[in-house]
């Protein structure tokens, strides 16, 4: 199993509409967990961390499922400006003092008018 | 705010040669990360120095080197360089990280694309 799973996509949804997606990690140990979104041959960029209780960022959404080990982000009223690939990003400890960030291979999302 | 900063922007290089790829972190950010992204493919870990010290590495051949200066910029080199070295390669930094190295979110800088000829 990958240490961080994120369904490819793409997924092709209308202006508008909700959209949402998981990514799942291997190492229930895990601590601290983020979305970037990364637009084409570009960097990616900070959307936000997820927070245990869950978190919202205007039109975003973010969620910590720790029992099923999964994160999920949540775009509501999708924008044009919506379209990217957003990689989930998992940091898993790595003995008692260190640890490994691992990005997700990203969820290519792409919004028709 | 300055961002992140990486230079050059485009390197272009013949197989064998040394490749050396610069990053200015954000001020006020301690911890320097390199990733490789080859073209369709996700974000591969390198390196990461925290005040001026390798701290952790991913699964890439010794070629693959860097270092962290007192002023917290840095530095990746690439010895020996293959056909397969061409690639996105990015660097993030972060503020002091207290557990770990995932622990402060990450800001990248626009990267260095490296072809290899």
């Known amino acids: 199993r990958k240490e961080v799973e994120q369904d490819p996509g793409p997924f092709n949804v209308p202006e508008g509409a909700t959209v949402a997606f998981n990514c799942t990690y291997s190492?229930?140990?895990?601590?601290?967990f983020f979305w970037y979104r990364q637009d084409c041959r570009k960097e990616p960029k900070l959307l936000m961390s997820?927070?245990?209780s869950g978190n919202e960022d205007g039109r975003f959404t973010a969620q910590l499922n720790r029992a099923s080990q999964y994160i999920s982000l949540l775009i509501r009223d999708s924008k044009l400006s919506d379209s990217a690939t957003y990689l989930c990003?998992?940091?898993?400890?790595?003995?008692?003092?260190?640890?490994?960030?691992?990005f997700g291979s990203g969820t290519r999302l792409s919004i028709r008018p | 705010e300055a961002g992140v900063t990486q230079s050059p922007t485009h390197l272009i290089k013949t197989r064998g040669q040394q490749a050396t790829l610069r990053c200015s972190p954000i001020?006020?950010?301690?911890?320097v990360y390199w990733y490789q992204q080859a073209l369709g493919l996700g974000l591969q870990f390198l390196l990461w120095?925290?005040?001026?010290?390798?701290?952790n590495r991913g699964n890439f051949p010794p070629r693959f080197s860097g270092r962290q200066f007192p002023n917290y910029s840095s530095e990746l080199n690439v010895n020996a360089l293959e056909l397969e070295d061409s690639a996105l390669y990015l660097c993030?930094?972060?503020?002091?990280?207290?557990?770990?190295?995932?622990?402060?979110?990450?800001?990248f800088g626009d990267g260095t694309r490296l072809s290899i000829l």
């Open positions: 990003v998992v940091n898993e400890p790595l003995g008692s003092s260190a640890s490994k960030i691992i």
């Open positions: 001020s006020g950010h301690t911890s």
């Open positions: 190492n229930s140990a895990s601590q601290s």
């Open positions: 997820v927070y245990s």
């Open positions: 120095y925290d005040e001026g010290e390798e701290r």
């Open positions: 993030a930094s972060s503020l002091y990280v207290v557990l770990g190295q995932g622990d402060q979110p990450q800001h």
